[in-house]
């Protein structure tokens, strides 16, 4: 009999010990799971990390490339062949004395090609407006910008602000269509602060360059559609007159621009009368 009881003992005993390894074993499985999924999860969270920072610095790289100079006031420091810093200063000086001095309905700014406009067509159709020309040539949005914080606002209260600024952003800063945008988009806030309750109409920037397939023309119409978006039609006004300045197969004429950037008296002339009746509705 005690033999009997010493096996029931014994195999109790090595059946408790098979229990109690097997509990083990379930212990030591669960616990190095629960730790292999922590090590998994701190590589996910790690990984996941990197691909964050990654997306991070990238977004922030294509913001910095985005910036653009032409949104920063700039005073011309550049001698061209063409233009002297003198001659900018010069013309600078005297469109401040017409701010502080005289009477304007019609306030053109902009560039060359405001600058450039044909006398006899501005005398016979803008003079009878009390229109005003601020063009200067070789400006980009950065110049314009400067110029309307430095004088050339003054006392002037216009009725209507004409707009054409971008080209020379392209052809003298080689900004993209969205920097170039940026430009414009600040030049208008500028003159909405100026003169909040003067319209602007925002001329579309015209197509340059003699092919209609140039890379030139595909940046003019991104940012043309850009810009768009800035007519409320209420304030600002945007106008695309570039068109009518175009031969059938889309490319320009020397005739109408004899260096393919700045029109001749007849596509002065096509602007004008494209231009025109906006101006005179805009002022009613």
Not at 124 to 152: C, E, M, S, V, Y
Not at 165 to 190: C, D, H, R
Not at 208 to 220: G, I, N
Request: charged fraction near 20%; aromatic fraction near 10%; include cysteine.
């Amino acid at each position: 009999m005690r033999r009997k009881r010493d096996f029931q003992k014994t195999h109790s005993l090595r059946y408790l010990c098979l229990i109690a390894q097997m509990a083990m074993m379930v212990i030591f499985n669960f616990t190095a799971g629960i730790f292999a999924m922590y090590l998994y999860s701190r590589s996910i969270i790690r990984a996941a990390s990197v691909i964050a920072l990654s997306a991070l610095c990238h977004m922030s790289y294509a913001q910095t490339a985005q910036v653009s100079a032409g949104t920063t006031p700039t005073k011309r420091t550049t001698e061209y062949s063409w233009m002297s810093v003198a001659t900018w200063d010069r013309m600078h000086a005297e469109d401040v004395l017409v701010a502080e001095h005289d009477q304007v309905d019609v306030l053109f700014v902009g560039d060359s090609i405001t600058a450039g406009w044909d006398w006899q067509i501005w005398e016979k159709n803008f003079k009878p407006l009390n229109a005003a020309n601020f063009g200067i040539g070789g400006d980009g949005t950065a110049n314009l910008l400067w110029r309307l914080q430095h004088g050339t606002i003054g006392k002037l209260q216009p009725k209507l602000i004409v707009l054409l600024i971008g080209v020379n952003n392209f052809g003298l800063y080689n900004e993209t269509p969205e920097q170039a945008a940026a430009g414009i988009t600040a030049v208008v806030k500028q003159l909405q602060l100026a003169w909040p309750h003067s319209k602007i109409l925002l001329n579309a920037v015209l197509p340059f360059e003699e092919k209609a397939d140039s890379p030139k023309r595909t940046m003019v119409t991104k940012l043309n559609s850009i810009i768009a978006k800035l007519g409320d039609d209420k304030h600002i006004f945007f106008k695309n007159y570039g068109a009518a300045l175009l031969q059938k197969d889309g490319s320009i004429s020397p005739e109408i621009m004899a260096d393919f950037l700045h029109p001749t008296p007849k596509g002065y002339q096509i602007w004008a009368d494209a231009m025109l009746p906006d101006i005179k509705q805009l002022l009613q």
